[in-house]
């Protein structure tokens, strides 16, 4: 016997589970993003202490100026730059999709008796959440 979904949800039901689906994977997308420049803007600011630290060590202060003053000093700041404004956009969007993705959650998850509008859907709908839950991490138990 075969189960066809119009037995778990409506049409309405079915639109907002794969959206709410769609913007659990942005959000998720745009925290990877916001780890790997997390990274990068560390590893390109260690590197810059570590290249002022060892000059600094050979106490030759005009190597330090000549070095920033230099195409590759010039080129290493731009670049630590870059990575923070890279950064700092990440977290921006990333905030930006966690909102999105918790407005439509409480919304559906308010709005339950509208969207699951029958006592049969209403049961099958908790096998949804734990399918939602367990695939997605989307979880619609509570707010």
Known sequence: MAVHKEAYMTPIAER??????????????RERLVIVAGWITT???????????SMAESNA??????????????????????ASVFLIIEKKKRDEAEQEYTELRNEVVDRYEEIWNTEQLRAYS????????????VNLYHR
């Open 61 to 82: 202060g005009s190597e330090m100026v000549q070095f920033f003053r230099s195409g590759y000093g010039f080129l290493f700041v731009a670049l630590c730059a870059g």
């Open 126 to 137: 908790y096998t949804l959440f734990e399918w939602l839950e367990r695939e997605h991490g």
């Open 43 to 53: 590893a390109m600011f260690a590197l810059m202490l570590f290249f002022l630290f």
């Open 16 to 29: 907002v589970v794969r959206e709410l689906i769609e913007r659990k994977k942005e959000e998720q997308k």
